[in-house]
C-alpha cells in the first residue's frame, strides 16, 4: 500500500504538469491575433480583416475563416516580420478565434534559429517542443518542431514551400 501511495504521489503531478502550458493562450501574440480574442475587435483595430459571413463561408462550416484584404496587409503588418498570414479561423457564435497559420520570411535561417527567432519575438513556450525531420518526394525535406498542451498546439515548419507557424487551440 505504501508503494502504491508513493508512485501516485510521483507520478501524478508530473501527469498533471506534462499536460499544462507553460505561457498561457492569451500571452501569445502575432500581430494582434491571439486565441480567444474577438474576431470582430481585430477588424475594427485592423481595416485588413474584414468578416463578412456571406461571402467567404457557409453556414455548414463548422469554423469560420476570416477573409484578408491585400490592400491593407502591409499597413497592419507593418514592422513585422511576416509574409502574410495564411489563415485565422473563428467560432461562428462566439466570434473568438480558434486558430491561426502565419508565413515569414526567414527562409535563410536554420530551422533551429527560425524556431528561436519565433520564440523571442512572439514569447511562445521554451521547452516541450518535439522534432521531426520529415521527407517527401515532391518537396523535399521539411523540419518541423511541434508544442502541444491542453490550450494550444503550436506547429512550427520550414522547408522548400517555406517557414511558418500554425497556432491551433484544443
Known amino acids: 500500500m505504501k508503494k502504491i501511495i508513493l508512485v501516485c504521489i510521483i507520478i501524478f503531478p508530473s501527469m498533471l504538469y506534462a499536460n499544462t502550458c507553460s505561457v498561457a493562450k492569451n500571452e501569445i501574440k502575432v500581430a494582434d491575433v491571439s486565441l480567444g480574442d474577438s474576431i470582430n475587435d481585430l477588424a475594427r483595430k485592423h481595416k485588413a480583416i474584414e468578416v463578412d459571413n456571406k461571402i467567404i463561408n457557409r453556414m455548414s462550416d463548422k469554423d469560420f475563416l476570416v477573409f484578408i ?101 484544443n
Do not use: H
Open 69 to 169: 484584404n491585400q490592400k491593407y496587409k502591409n499597413e497592419w503588418l507593418y514592422g513585422e516580420p511576416i509574409e502574410s498570414f495564411n489563415f485565422i479561423t473563428y467560432d461562428k457564435k462566439s466570434y473568438k478565434i480558434k486558430s491561426f497559420g502565419v508565413t515569414f520570411g526567414f527562409d535563410n535561417f536554420t530551422p533551429d534559429k527560425f524556431k528561436q527567432t519565433l520564440i523571442m519575438l512572439y514569447g511562445l513556450p521554451k521547452k516541450g517542443w518535439i522534432y521531426s525531420k520529415i521527407s517527401d518526394p515532391k518537396y523535399g525535406e521539411a523540419v518541423e518542431y511541434n508544442y502541444k498542451c491542453n490550450e494550444y498546439k503550436i506547429r512550427i515548419s520550414q522547408s522548400a514551400l517555406g517557414s511558418s507557424m500554425q497556432i491551433l487551440g
